[in-house]
């Protein structure tokens, strides 16, 4: 069946960068995008960006653009989410999910990667 | 603030009836499908409702979604206990080229 398993929680201070992995199993890879959506400690969900896991094209949210990319490994079956210059609100976690149509229809979600960014 | 606007919060006791609306614009729900996300405490979102009313195999037809114009709704019939959660909306927007969620409306059966 369809899963999204991610990597594990990290620790990171101010400044430094992090890369979460979001491993697919069940269908064709290459068939739908992915995209990632974060949620800080008691907040909303908030949309960060999409990758095409077929040709490797991105949009990214405005509010991480030069901040973020996203990467795939067809060959593993793998996405990659890198957050760089990381801040202290970045402190989330980070959610992989299918996007059945590119607009924001996600049908399966990994298990979410916390991120804790502290000094 | 969010894109989209949900009321923080919506209550009501088994078996009632309950809606959660989600208001947007022409850029987004004006011109976009809808889709609607429950999430429970410490879980993953999971689809509820896709293209305004659609709901996947699975989901019981206890819920229901809708749309007018710029705003849309999600309604909940036969209220359970296991249904108190946090509930998104989302669409995607032509002028910030993306989707977004409402700020989300927590759910409490009384």
């Known amino acids: 069946q369809v899963q999204l398993v991610q990597s594990g929680a990290e620790v990171k201070k101010p400044g430094t960068s992090v890369k979460v992995s979001c491993k697919v199993y069940g269908y064709t890879f290459t068939t739908y995008g992915i995209s990632w959506v974060r949620q800080a400690p008691g907040q909303g969900l908030e949309w960060m960006g999409w990758i095409s896991a077929g040709n490797g094209n991105t949009n990214y949210a405005q509010n991480f653009q030069g901040r973020v990319t996203m990467t795939t490994d067809t060959s593993a079956n793998t996405v990659y989410m890198e957050v760089m210059s990381l801040r202290s609100d970045d402190t989330a976690v980070y959610y992989c999910?299918?996007?059945?149509?590119?607009?924001?229809?996600?049908?399966?979600w990994g298990q979410g990667t916390l991120v804790t960014v502290s000094s | 603030q969010s894109v989209l606007t949900q009321p923080p919060s919506a209550s009501g006791t088994p078996g009632q009836k309950v809606t959660i609306s989600c208001s947007g614009s022409s850029s987004n729900i004006g011109t976009n499908p809808v889709k609607w996300y429950r999430q429970l405490p410490g879980t993953a979102p999971k689809l509820l409702i896709y293209?305004?009313?659609q709901r996947p195999s699975g989901v019981p037809d206890r819920f229901s979604g809708s749309k007018s114009g710029a705003s849309a709704s999600l309604a909940i019939s036969g209220l359970q206990s296991e249904d108190e959660a946090d509930y998104y909306c989302?669409?995607?927007?032509?002028?910030?080229?993306?989707?977004?969620f409402g700020g989300g409306t927590k759910l409490t059966v009384l």
């Open positions: 989302a669409a995607w927007d032509d002028s910030l080229n993306g989707p977004f």
């Open positions: 999910a299918r996007d059945r149509d590119s607009t924001g229809y996600y049908d399966f």
């Open positions: 293209d305004n009313s």
